[in-house]
């Protein structure tokens, strides 16, 4: 992948800044593994920088070195399973938002860095990749932060992933194996870190998609609360969004997607498509666009972070490979631009071939443009005219009917819960408990999830009594009606097609051993009235000192 921000190249001075490694705890007692990068002198703004899926905080820390030249103090951070944490990885959900949280709290507490007039401290946020998917997902629930840019970021994993329900499964093998690789337990490899490296969630999504090659109810709900599509109601914060136009993980119309979603709430976002992104190849971004998108950011961290000046970036802004320099747009696609739609039907493919699939990727190309396809695979060649010069941006499509020949199609079915007297257009909801233990001790935590299908509905849900929470992936108010002993939580907006998460704390100090019930989940349409979903209520016991 392509490396951007601090490469030196577009550095106008080298200023002097203080190196300091930290252990900042969590929520859950947890210890994040942080550097902090002062300037001399101090700072009045703070920028906040992780790394990609399997990497760890010293690939980050040469953002020092651009954060400090503009003033900026920086935080970077392993992030959980990954370089020297002791965590879990989880895949960018309610405990990675809360880590992004008790960050800022630290960085609040540095009497070197100036917080703003409001008493809250000044904050952007930059990375790439899994980084850049953390910030959107943080800045969903912590309105402290000031501005984003995150680069080559997901908008909705469900389609970067299993695009129409199909795993990319040379991706997903990838990024499976590194993730594990990469994690605690390759540092360490006893049993326990072995199988708690990553969230014991995504071995069995793993498996599962691969050998039943779609991704399982469950795992469309584990993803979707994961990703902005589900949450971008609830982002306010200025977003910069840079995404690769050859990338073949997070295409361009993920950042477009995200950018299109923000804006449709008012929210300032600008789209930056560069030439680089998840390709699988050695080349890097040319030095011309990394020191041009480096500006771009310190301008927008000026502009939204230090409330000076007007960035003036483009609303669209995009890499012209023939001529080497960047152009701008007034949207992506621009106003001015056709979309072609040519129907094939009529035309004559040359080339074609059919394949069986043996349940291996039958393709490389989809790794990288430069690739070809050394595995037999179905192809189909069209010649399209041009009448006049024209220029091609933007990712193609094609809509296709197919037809299996030998062998049983089948289909399945999905059973779903409906929404009785709760309102809500054929809304549907599903609620899965994700827990990592078949019992609980004192103090200890579990995410649960709601996954909503249809809608939009306000959704809410039932914690048992003496259990705290902790974290959630979108903000919640917390609720105890006068006239029980039963307490909720209400997340903030309609939910719609996605879901959301939050961990709950156990009560310490059981002498005896007890299940408690979270549930059942109840939505309203207009978010006063509620009707409970049946069967939607979840059973956890809880071990006391009896045992």
């Known amino acids: 992948m392509a490396a951007l921000f601090g490469t030196g190249v577009s550095a106008a001075r080298e200023a002097e800044f203080t190196r300091e490694e930290h ?7 947890v210890e994040i593994p942080t550097v902090l990068f002062v300037p001399e002198g101090g700072a009045d703004a703070t920028l906040m ?12 820390e040469r953002y020092a070195s651009l954060a400090a030249d503009n003033g900026y103090a920086l935080v970077v951070w392993d992030r959980r399973g990954f370089g020297e944490s002791t965590a879990e990885v989880g895949l960018s959900g309610p405990r990675e938002v809360a880590d992004v949280s008790a960050l800022i709290d630290f960085v609040a507490a540095d009497d070197r860095i100036e917080n703003g007039p409001d008493g809250e401290p000044r904050v952007g946020m930059l990375g790439a990749s899994y980084a850049g998917g953390i910030q959107l997902n943080a800045a969903a629930v912590d309105d402290r932060i000031d501005a984003l840019v995150p680069v080559i970021p997901w908008h909705d994993l469900t389609v970067s992933l299993v695009p129409n329900g199909v795993p990319k499964l040379g991706w997903t093998s990838l ?7 990469s ?7 006893d049993s326990e870190n072995l199988q708690r490296g990553v969230s014991p969630r995504l071995h069995g999504l793993y498996a599962k998609a ?11 709900s584990f993803l979707k609360v994961r990703s902005t599509v589900a949450k971008a109601d609830r982002i306010d914060t200025p977003a910069l969004v840079v995404q690769g136009l050859p990338d073949t993980l997070f295409t361009p119309n993920e950042g477009s997607r995200i950018v299109e979603d923000l804006r449709a709430d008012g929210v300032d976002s ?8 998840h390709t699988l190849t050695e080349t890097p971004a040319p030095e011309a666009q990394v020191a041009e998108i480096e500006s771009m950011a310190i301008e927008w961290f000026d502009q939204h972070v230090r409330c000076e000046g007007d960035s003036g970036v483009a609303p669209l802004t995009y890499w012209d490979i023939q001529r080497q320099a960047f152009r701008e747009a007034d949207g992506f696609p621009p106003s001015d631009a056709t979309v072609l739609e040519p129907a094939l039907s009529g035309l004559e493919g040359e080339g074609t071939s059919v394949v069986v699939n043996t349940g291996a990727p039958t393709s490389t190309s989809h790794f990288s ?7 037999p695979v179905s192809v189909a060649t069209f010649d399209l005219e041009f009448g006049s010069d024209a220029e091609v941006l933007g990712i193609p499509g094609l809509s296709l009917s197919v037809t299996p020949i030998g062998g049983r199609a089948h289909a399945e079915s999905t059973l779903s819960l409906p929404v009785v007297g709760a309102g809500g257009d054929d809304a549907a909801v599903d609620v899965t408990a994700l827990t990592d233990a078949a019992a609980f001790t004192g103090g200890a935590h579990t995410e649960q999830e709601v996954a909503v299908e249809g809608g939009p509905v306000f959704v809410r849900d039932r914690v048992p009594k003496g259990w ?13 009606p006068p006239e029980t002993e039963e307490n909720y939580l209400g997340f903030e907006g309609a939910v719609a097609d996605g879901g959301a998460s939050y961990v709950a704390r156990a009560p310490s100090g059981a002498s005896q051993t007890r299940l408690y019930t979270f549930g059942p989940v109840e939505v309203s349409d207009d978010g006063e009235e509620c009707g409970a979903i049946e069967g939607t209520d979840r059973t956890v016991p809880l071990v006391g000192a009896d045992v």
């Open 183 to 189: 994690a605690r337990g390759a540092s360490d490899p």
């Open 468 to 480: 705290v929470v902790a974290a959630a992936d979108r903000r919640y108010t917390r609720t105890a």
């Open 23 to 29: 252990a900042v705890e969590s929520f859950d007692g």
């Open 210 to 220: 691969t050998a039943q090659n779609r991704l399982p109810p469950e795992g469309v």
């Open 270 to 277: 600008r789209l930056v498509l560069f030439n680089g992104g």
């Open 175 to 181: 990024l499976y194996g590194s993730g594990i690789a």
């Open 369 to 375: 443009p430069e690739n070809a396809d050394a595995a």
């Open 49 to 60: 920088a992780t790394h990609g899926w399997g990497g760890s905080k010293e690939s980050v």
